[in-house]
């Protein structure tokens, strides 16, 4: 189990962290969210043992997380930091042999996650002849190396187009599969939705919105009904008590209502109109609650 409590880190007068806490358990997936500046690699950065909180502590499986735990931890960084001039088989026995895997080990692993990823002809090519994209799959297999009981992952799926990202997904939730814990960060919030149970979202270093994402989107209380009819009343619909919101899409119009107790009162409304073919009530994405959260912040 990782154990984060109460944690604060400053560079200088720059609060970068500021009393965070939560709990990964194995086999759950968590998501450290936040905008650019937000604190989310200073918060990997402490997790890895790489620099030290200012206050607070960090525990993996009960002892305070060290250096020394980068056997257990894989990690994969937002930056391409790859040594490029080398093999991608020589970064491997290189970048596997400091987290003390085994040559024959990371042959093997190797060769497997080549194959898995479709890119076992690149293994003895230098790693900067490489595409972008398959240079990412590289650093993610550099993480994999040592079958970690934590993998850190900032921004995995960026610059990755859906196959590959598909690809990365299933190769996480095998992970999660075998108990390990995971930790990403990721602006795709569609992914953050579909892929943890549990968020923080940090802004400028602060917790401003963690917890289960169901419950979030329960304490939100904001719903969105999208509406499809051949005449749509707008100035009917803007009468209605509780509608905060109306945004006329290409096919659809949006109808924000501020909580699910107003809906049966746009219903009411809306069947009267002729030809309705859509009445929809969605949840609200994660990511129309972290611009309001973090919005609100930023004018608080
Ligand atoms: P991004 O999404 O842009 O990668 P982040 O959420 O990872 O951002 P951090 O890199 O943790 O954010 O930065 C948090 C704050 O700490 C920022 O204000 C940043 O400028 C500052 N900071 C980060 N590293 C250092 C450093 N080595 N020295 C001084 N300030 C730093």
């Keep these: 189990m990782l154990e984060v409590k109460n944690v604060s880190m400053s560079y200088g007068e720059v609060k970068a962290v500021q009393n965070i806490s939560f709990t990964l358990k194995p086999g759950e997936i968590f998501g450290l969210l936040g905008t650019n500046g937000a604190g989310k690699t200073t918060t990997f950065r402490m997790i890895m043992g790489l620099i030290q909180p200012k206050s607070g502590m960090i525990t993996l499986n009960g002892h305070q997380v060290s250096y020394d735990d980068v056997n257990d931890i894989g990690y994969m960084i937002e930056e391409r930091s790859l040594l490029t001039k080398i093999t991608v088989k020589d970064l491997m026995f290189y970048l596997g042999q400091l987290k003390d895997v085994l040559k024959d080990d990371i042959e093997k692993r190797l060769d497997y996650w080549l194959d898995r990823f479709n890119i076992t002809e690149y293994k003895n090519?230098?790693?900067?002849?490489?595409?972008?994209?398959?240079?990412?799959?590289?650093?993610?297999?550099?993480?994999?190396?040592?079958?970690?009981?934590?993998l850190i992952l900032d921004e995995p799926f960026s610059g990755l187009d859906p196959i590959n990202t598909e690809l990365f997904v299933r190769t996480i939730r095998d992970f999660q599969k075998q108990g390990a814990m995971v930790i990403f960060s990721s602006h795709q919030l569609d992914?953050?939705?579909?892929?943890?149970?549990?968020?923080?979202?940090?802004?400028?270093?602060?917790?401003?919105?963690?917890?289960?994402?169901?419950?979030?989107?329960?304490?939100?209380?904001?719903?969105?009904?999208?509406?499809?009819?051949?005449?749509?009343?707008?100035?009917?619909?803007?009468?209605v008590n509780g509608v905060i919101n109306i945004e006329e899409q290409p096919n659809a119009t949006m109808v924000k209502v501020a909580s699910k107790a107003y809906v049966k009162d746009v219903f009411d409304v809306v069947k009267n109109y002729e030809d309705v073919m859509t009445f929809d009530v969605l949840e609200p994405p994660l990511s129309e609650i972290f611009i309001d959260k973090v919005t609100k912040h930023e004018k608080a």
């Design 125 to 150: 090519k230098k790693v900067k002849e490489l595409s972008k994209g398959n240079q990412q799959k590289i650093q993610f297999i550099a993480a994999l190396i040592n079958n970690p009981k934590l």
């Design 191 to 239: 992914h953050v939705e579909s892929f943890c149970e549990k968020i923080i979202v940090l802004e400028k270093g602060q917790v401003i919105l963690e917890g289960p994402i169901q419950q979030i989107k329960e304490a939100y209380q904001k719903l969105n009904i999208k509406i499809k009819a051949k005449h749509m009343d707008l100035s009917s619909l803007k009468a």
